[in-house]
Every structure is written in structure tokens, then in C-alpha cells.
């Protein structure tokens, strides 16, 4: 009667520990946001296990099912398709539901985008906020206004074809001189930082193109 949160590589698959990849051997059954995905990680491990999707789109009926699966003494392991599950991706509500029925929950340490692309940047990292993605629509202008003020490293992740209206919006809302830095698939065969103004990450960008997965830091308000 156990969730554990399994993270898995964000690029270069030898980054799985030794601990994921027992706890996967020895789960009842494996929830993933993509079960094909998951399915190729799996089989390059040797792993053998059902697989049962769990996403954002069937999440909210999928939890009470799970919940009375391993209160009936099932071990369950959740992954995402990449990095850790709860990061930006689904999990949160299986994890509170769980823990609400008294189910014991485990993440295991392990890969995540955020962490490297923060320590790269060469930004203080001693105290950060994680946003996540930005909302696209309603309330982005809102959060903008808000992280105005903030004066903690700020880290977002982004898809590659909004990258430069985003680096844009900082200009905007916190100043074209802010000090940034985008990271750009990390752990994978091009993997970029780019360090700089918001300005000069925007000329850079433009210039080059963008293409690959992205987190973007951003330095707090001096
Ligand atoms: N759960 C994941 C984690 O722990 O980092 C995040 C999943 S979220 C749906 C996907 C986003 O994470 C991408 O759009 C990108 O912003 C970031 N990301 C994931 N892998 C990355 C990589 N190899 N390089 C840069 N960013 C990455």
C-alpha cells in the first residue's frame, strides 16, 4: 500500500538511479502520462510491468480508483514522460488524495529541469521561485505585475515557439537589463545556456531560432 513518485531522465536515459529503476521492477503496476513513452524507457530498461495511463485529461476520475486500489494493498509508481511527476505535470492530486486516505507516498529524487537549469544560469540559488509555466491567457498579465516585485531568482519553463514573446514580456515587465538565462536541452546532445540581459537574449534568439525544450531564469529585482 504505496505511491511512489518515480522521476525519469529528461534527455540522456542514463539518468535513472538505481533506486527507479528497482522501485519500478517491484510495483504492482506502473501509471504513466504516456504509456507508449513510458513504454520505451522501460523496455531500454528491461522492465516488465503493466502500464496503466494516468494524465491530466483522466486524472480527476482516475483518483479514486487508485486510492482504493492501494488501500486494498496495491504498490503503485507514477512517472511523466519526463523529469518528476507533481513537477508541471500530473500527480499532485493523486499525491493530496493519498495522503488524505492515509496511503504512504514516496518521490524518489531524481531528474528534474529546473534544478540544472538553475544552478547553470549562475544566478543566486540560494533562495528561487519556480513558476512553471506561465498561464497563456488569463492571468499572465496578472503574474507578470506580480514577479515585478519579486526578488528571488524566478525560474519558468517554456515551449520553444513562445520563447520570444515571453523573453519580450520580461523586458517589458521587469526592465530590458534584467540578467537571464535560457537553458536549452539539457542533458541532451545540444544542450545550450545562454547567459545574459533579457535584451541580449532576445537579439540571440531571434537571430538563431529556437527549437528544443526550455527553462528560462530569470535574476530576481536587485
Ligand atoms: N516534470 C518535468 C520536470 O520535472 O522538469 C517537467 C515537465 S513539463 C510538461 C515539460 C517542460 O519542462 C518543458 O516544456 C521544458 O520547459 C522543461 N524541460 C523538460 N525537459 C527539458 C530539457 N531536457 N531541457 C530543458 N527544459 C526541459
Redesign the pocket.
Known amino acids: 500500500m504505496k505511491l511512489y513518485l518515480v522521476?525519469t531522465p529528461?534527455?540522456n536515459l542514463d539518468d535513472i538511479t538505481l533506486r527507479a529503476i528497482n522501485v519500478l521492477k517491484s510495483a504492482d503496476v506502473i501509471l504513466a502520462e504516456d504509456t507508449r513513452t513510458s513504454g520505451i524507457l522501460l523496455k531500454h530498461l528491461g522492465i516488465s510491468k503493466p502500464l496503466q495511463s494516468y494524465h491530466i485529461f483522466n486524472e480527476h476520475q482516475a483518483v479514486q480508483k487508485l486510492v482504493q486500489r492501494l488501500s486494498k494493498g496495491e504498490t503503485l509508481a507514477l512517472v511523466?514522460?519526463?523529469?518528476?511527476?507533481?513537477?508541471?505535470?500530473p500527480g499532485f492530486l493523486l499525491v493530496r488524495e493519498c495522503l488524505k486516505h492515509g496511503i504512504t507516498v514516496e518521490c524518489l529524487p531524481g531528474?528534474?529541469?529546473?534544478v540544472p537549469?538553475l544552478v547553470n544560469s549562475g544566478l543566486p540559488s540560494d533562495r528561487f521561485t519556480f513558476e512553471g509555466?506561465l498561464p497563456h491567457k488569463k492571468g499572465r498579465q496578472t503574474r507578470l505585475i506580480e514577479l515585478q516585485t519579486e526578488t528571488r531568482t524566478m525560474i519558468f519553463?517554456?515551449?520553444p515557439h513562445r520563447l520570444l514573446k515571453t523573453l519580450g514580456q520580461f523586458a517589458e515587465y521587469f526592465g530590458p537589463d534584467r540578467q537571464a538565462a535560457v537553458?536549452?536541452?539539457?542533458?541532451?546532445i545540444y544542450?545550450e545556456t545562454v547567459r545574459g540581459t533579457l535584451t541580449e537574449l532576445i537579439a540571440y534568439y531571434t537571430a538563431k531560432g529556437v527549437k528544443?525544450?526550455?527553462?528560462v531564469v530569470v535574476a530576481g529585482k536587485g
Open positions: 522521476p529528461i534527455g511523466s514522460d519526463a523529469g518528476t511527476p507533481a513537477i508541471s505535470d531528474p528534474t529541469a529546473f537549469a509555466f519553463y517554456e515551449s537553458a536549452r536541452e539539457l542533458t541532451k544542450e528544443g525544450e526550455i527553462v
